[in-house]
């Protein structure tokens, strides 16, 4: 007797540009494009395992060993019936041998290890290693690509996942979403030097999801469609050219200064969103200041901080500085020093998803 069973592991991935809103909630369709780093080490990743067996009565889910419901409709159920409709049209229909599994429910098992819900991204990497296993247990041809249109469809960060390095999501334009894909734009090994600090300032479950928080904004934030329109295309078009070139100046100038344009649309929003606390600002004025004196001395800057919906700060800097940034960090925030984490590399090709 056959065993259908797969597992997969899928990184966090940390956006410099950010998304922030949708215009289709059903499909995951964004307002605007956004850009993120694919972090690799082992610290903060997803593993899923997932099994298809005809003795199981219904599709089932274990996050974290507890049972999440798979709601009809909702995101999950959508990821699952759209990997079994690939299974079945792009293997079984085509290969009449191939045992039809698609028709057999699935039980899933994923883990996250580090704090689910902190702003740390933890939905990106849960249904990218979701999509991985699936895509892995049916033996599908697809590409990352392909995958990256699926995953969105749990959770839009998650299509970023999919990809290794420096990777864009092209908002795209047909309304079916056929467009709106994850890309590599550099592979990790392009600018290896790029590290990623993450500092947890708080591990508690965030206040207002992204979910809700994005659509307020969307309905009420005027500053939201200036971003749209006019702000984030030229910023796409020039951190892509800096990670290109490996200028880590304009890299970090963006970056900062599109983490603060996503909080003060966040803040625009009606009622207010605050992620940030006073320690997530205490860092920023760090890392301002940190970066004044470098570039007095003509040494550039140094380092670039950025904040998802959470207050955990993500500081990027370059291998020769790490060090020292770890330092300055940990000398004004010396409560937990452990919970810096250095988790610099990114994920490699595909065939890491294994
Ligand atoms: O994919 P979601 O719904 O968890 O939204 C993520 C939004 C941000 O993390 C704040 C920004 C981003 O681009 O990852």
């Known amino acids: 007797m056959s065993i259908y069973q797969a597992t997969a592991s899928a990184p966090v991935n940390i956006a410099v540009i950010k998304y922030w809103g949708k215009r289709d909630t059903k499909l995951i369709l964004p307002t605007n494009s956004s850009l993120s780093v694919t972090l690799d080490q082992d610290h903060l990743r997803s593993t899923t395992t ?6 199981f009565e219904r599709d089932q889910l274990w996050l974290n060993g507890k049972e999440d419901e798979i709601k009809p409709g909702g995101r999950l159920a959508t990821c699952i019936a759209e990997m079994k409709r690939l299974r079945k049209e792009t293997v079984e229909d085509k290969n009449p041998e191939e045992p039809k ?3 057999y429910k699935v039980h899933i098992a994923s883990y996250n290890n580090f704090p689910t819900a902190a702003g740390l991204a933890s939905s990106a990497s849960g249904f990218a290693a979701l999509v991985a296993s699936l895509a892995h247990l049916y033996s599908l041809p697809a590409s990352p690509s392909v995958l990256s249109a699926i995953a969105r469809q749990g959770s839009g960060s998650a299509c970023r996942s999919l990809f290794g390095g420096f990777v864009a999501w092209d908002m795209g334009t047909q309304p079916n979403g056929s467009d709106s894909l994850a890309r590599q734009v550099a592979p990790q ?4 030097e790029m590290h990623a600090l993450i500092c947890v300032v708080s591990d508690a479950k965030k206040g207002t999801s992204s979910t809700s928080g994005m659509q307020r904004t969307v309905e009420t934030s005027a500053l939201l469609q200036h971003r749209i329109a006019h702000v984030v295309p030229e910023r796409m078009e020039s951190i892509s050219n800096a990670i290109l070139q490996k200028d880590f100046d304009t890299f ?4 900062m200064k599109d983490s603060n344009q996503f909080h003060a649309v966040a803040l625009d929003t009606e ?3 605050f992620y940030m606390n006073d320690v997530s600002r205490a860092i920023i004025a760090l890392v301002v200041e940190y970066n004044r004196l470098s570039v007095e001395k003509g040494q550039g800057y140094k380092a670039a901080y ?3 919906a959470g207050p955990n700060a993500v500081i990027y800097a370059l291998e020769e500085n790490v060090k020292e940034v770890v330092q300055l960090v940990v000398s004004y925030f010396p409560q937990k020093p452990e919970e810096f984490k250095d988790v610099l590399g990114l994920f490699g090709e595909r065939g890491s998803l294994d």
């Open 101 to 103: 599994i698609s028709d």
């Open 306 to 308: 950025t904040y998802d």
């Open 252 to 255: 970090a100038r963006i970056t």
């Open 189 to 192: 090994s392009h600018w290896p």
């Open 271 to 273: 009622p207010p969103i």
């Open 50 to 55: 997932s099994r298809a067996d005809a003795s």
